[in-house]
C-alpha cells in the first residue's frame, strides 16, 4: 500500500502485534481473486469451470445460485458449466469470491452494535453496487471486477477488530452510537487508526494490486488517496454511501450523505450530472433488491414472500438506536430500504428542477 505516514503505520503494527490479523488465502482462492480481475472477455469459461469442480462447497454454491427463483429455471440445474451459463460469468465470479471471503474468515463474534449478518450483507450490496459503476459510460478507468472485490473488501478491518479486538471495538461501537458519530471516527480514538486502513494493512498479504488497497484504505477519506488511486477510492465511497443508505445497518449509520461523496462532487465526473446520478442510484436499488432475494431466499429467512410495494406497511421513521438495536426482519429491511430509495431519488429530482 502507499502513502500512509509513519505515525499511522506505526499504530496499524502496534494494533498487529496485539494479533490483528487476517487469514491467509487458500491457493483457489487467489486463483478466484486474481480470475475476477480480469476483463470478462479475457475470461475462459473452461478454466473457470475446472477451478469451480475442485472445491465441492462452490460447485454446491453456484447450483444453489442458478436454481434460485430469481434465474427462473424449469429443470433442475445440475452441472456447473449450465449454471455459469445461466447466471452469467461475471455474476458468477461476484457469487464465488463472496462465499470465498465470507468462508476464510473467522466468525465474528454478535455484539450490541454489530452484526455478522448485517456486515456480509452490506459488503455483498456495496461490492455489487461498485462493479455497476465501472461501465464505460460513466467514464471511470476502474475495472469492474476490481472495483467488485475493492466494495466486497472495504469494511473487511471491522471484523479483524470484532475477532480479535472484540472490548475495545465494542467501544468504539457504542461511542459512535452515543456520540452520533461515523464509525471509523470513533475507531480513531480508540484505537489510534480505522478500519480501512487497518484492512488494507493486512489484505497486503492477498496479493492485491495497490489501487485495491488503497480504495480499502482511503474509502472514507478519498481525498487523501494518492492521486492515481483517488477515483477508485471515491467510486467505493460512493458504493458504500448508497448502500447505506438503502440498508443503515452494520454500525456505519453516519457516513457521507450520496449527495456529498467526493465522484459527485466533482465537476468532471459522469456523476456530478443529476440525470446520470439519478439512474444509476436507482438501478443499484433495483439490482440489490432482486440480488437480496437470491442471497436469502424466502425459504431460508422463514418470511412469506416479499408483498408488493403498494401492499407493503409504511415503514416507520428510523432513529439510530432502532436501527442498531432492533434487528429487522429481511421483509421490513426490504420496505426501508424501498422507502430511503425514494427519499433520495426525491432530492435529486428536486436538484433536476
Ligand atoms: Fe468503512
New binding site residues.
Partial sequence: MSTISQDMTDRVHALVDRGASLPSIPALGLELLSIIRKPIESIDMRELVSLVERDPTLVARILRVSNSVYYGVRREVTSVSHAISLVGLDETLNYLNFYLIKAIMPECPTLKHFSADDFWSHSWSTAVAARMLGRPQLLVTAMPGELYLAGLL??I??VVLAVHMTDDFEKALEMAHVTQI???EAEMHIFGV???LLGAHLLDNWNLPGWILDAVAF??DPGEAPEEHREMAMLIQFA?SVTNHFERTAG?AH?VPVLETAIVAREESAFSSPITLNGIIEEIGETLDARDDVLNPPEETAEPEAASEASQPEPKAETQSEATEVAPSPSTKRAAKKSVFRGILDSLRSLLD
Avoid: E, S, V, Y
Fill in positions: 472495504h469494511d478491518g471491522k461515523p464509525l471509523h480505522d478500519h480501512a474509502h472514507h458504500n456505519d457516513t
